[in-house]
């Protein structure tokens, strides 16, 4: 079974854009595999709290990385 999991700061997507991801990742998956994965792919969008992640040993928030709250 095909598998996503994506990870976004906490209200950076509307529910549009989740559903945009979710459609587009599946239809990469069909295009590389076939459209008998379709059934089976899984994408799961994941919201992480703003300053709950981080890179390089550094807390990353939105308002370091420049990213505007929807």
Known sequence: MPFANYKFPQGTL???KKEEIIHRT???FVEYFGEGVRPYSM???DEVA???WGRADETL???KMGIPRN
């Open 50 to 52: 703003d300053g709950g």
């Open 14 to 16: 509307d529910a549009a």
């Open 61 to 63: 928030t939105m308002e």
């Open 43 to 45: 994408v799961l969008v």
């Open 26 to 28: 599946t239809a990469m």
